[in-house]
């Protein structure tokens, strides 16, 4: 049978769910509270029917989103947050007690990596492992181990962790895996195919893409039997258990911790969406042109991409996101240039954090984003002074390689 692809299925999602006046999008509906014309209708909501009630547990905007991520992400369900950090702190503090332990990748973003800090200060156990290696992460499993998490493309350093492997892991211990797919987005990896249980995005960074809301979503890909899991509170052991996880998740972390997406910010991600496909091809394109550029300057000591081929992990990349590499990379500039001066001389790269927006980004990670955890888990990490992060837009490709070869010529120490 036919099926379509994830363009079509995002443009016409709206339209195919309900039709309200004939528009094709889902109209925005900032109310937060909705009524019902009968009191049993009320509480049969309350009770688990499918239904709206106050927005701090989501409005038919966010609702709309969610089924497009759903579709997306090819999964049976999926919870929208006012961030992508509101989404992780939701899952790990809603599917996690003390005394529970979970294994993470070393590699992941400074604020997750923060957050794990927060946990292990609230008695849950984390171990940090090179996800590189599955040696590693099995190394790492205990009686007590009820999740692995990973990146796909590990922020900033772009390590990509044995995904395939620990997917099989998880499955043989039963223990829940957690990708974060932000870095690729489902236009490059659907991380259900590696046996992913749930599927965490910032909606913030491509999948938006316009730097212009901020988001987060949980999916979950109907993969993992909650009916094993433990932690499950009595009240959600309702209906079939591939509901149990997220319904947990969404009472819990949504409705208790109420870190809610609004409508409008809901909305404006939904238009956004409508082109990931189409940008993450510019995004790929322009990044591994820039790459192969920079790796043949003289003014730069080291370019980190997964798409160039002495990338330690190229060969993975490419079988996992289907030759495509990503817009994120790190490079290290040659001895002797100053990080501050030459991006101080970038003229259409913009200086700032955030990543996957349509605009090129650079950021010196050292001095930001990794400042606060200091020089030794820097040096773990493998995080020089001079790193810096950029994240590759879709702007003209020979306007950006013009950009940065302009920039890296007048900062060559003469
Ligand atoms: C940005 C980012 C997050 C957090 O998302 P926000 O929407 O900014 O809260 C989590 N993981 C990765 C890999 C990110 O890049």
């Not at 927060?118 to 190394?139: C, H, K, M, N, Y």
């Amino acid at each position: 049978m036919h099926k379509n692809g994830l363009t079509t299925e995002i443009l016409h999602s709206d339209r195919k769910q309900s039709v309200e006046h004939g528009a094709v999008h889902k109209p925005m509906h900032p109310s937060s509270q909705y009524i019902y014309e009968d009191a049993r209708e009320l509480a049969a909501v309350f009770q688990g029917k499918a239904g709206y009630t106050y927005s701090r547990q989501g409005t038919p905007t966010t609702g709309a989103l969610e089924a497009k991520i759903t579709l997306m992400e090819d999964g049976v369900g999926s919870v929208s947050f006012a961030s992508g950090m509101a989404a992780i702190t939701a899952v790990l503090t809603t599917l996690l007690k003390r005394g529970d332990h979970l294994v993470s990748s070393k590699y992941v973003f400074g604020n997750t990596s923060s957050l794990l800090g927060t946990l292990a200060d609230l008695g849950i156990e984390i171990s940090f492992v090179d996800a590189t290696d599955i040696d590693q992460v099995r190394a790492a499993l205990r009686p007590n181990t009820r999740m692995v998490f990973a990146e796909t493309i590990a922020n900033p350093g772009t390590q990509i962790a044995d995904l395939k492997g620990m997917g099989e892991l998880c499955r043989e211990h039963g223990v829940v895996y957690m990708v974060d797919n932000t870095m690729t987005s489902p236009s490059l990896f659907r991380p259900r195919e590696v046996g992913a249980s749930l599927v965490m995005n910032s909606l913030s960074k491509y999948i938006a893409g316009h730097g212009h809301a901020l988001g987060g979503s949980i999916t979950d890909t109907g993969l993992y039997d909650w009916s094993d899991y433990p932690n499950i509170a009595e009240p959600y052991r309702k209906g079939q258990p591939t509901g149990w996880g997220l319904l947990q998740i969404k009472k819990k972390g949504l409705r208790d911790m109420g870190g809610t997406l609004a409508a409008e910010p809901a909305h404006r991600i939904a238009i956004g969406a409508e082109t990931l496909a189409l940008r993450m091809e510019r995004h790929c394109s322009n990044a591994l042109a820039l790459a192969r550029f920079l790796q043949a300057h003289r003014g730069v000591a080291k370019v980190h991409y997964p798409g160039l081929a002495g990338h330690a992990q190229h060969a993975r990349a490419t079988e996992l996101f289907g030759g495509r590499y990503g817009g994120l990379m790190g490079i290290e500039l040659a001895e002797g240039i100053d990080c501050f001066d030459f991006m101080n001389r970038l003229r259409i790269v913009l200086l700032a954090t955030h990543l996957g927006d349509t605009r090129s980004l650079a950021l010196p990670a050292a001095h930001t984003i990794y400042y606060e955890m200091g020089p030794e888990r820097r040096r773990q990490m493998g995080i020089v002074d001079s790193f810096i992060r950029l994240s590759v837009g879709i702007e003209d490709q020979a306007d950006l390689i013009h950009d940065f070869d302009q920039a890296l010529q007048a900062s060559m120490p003469r």
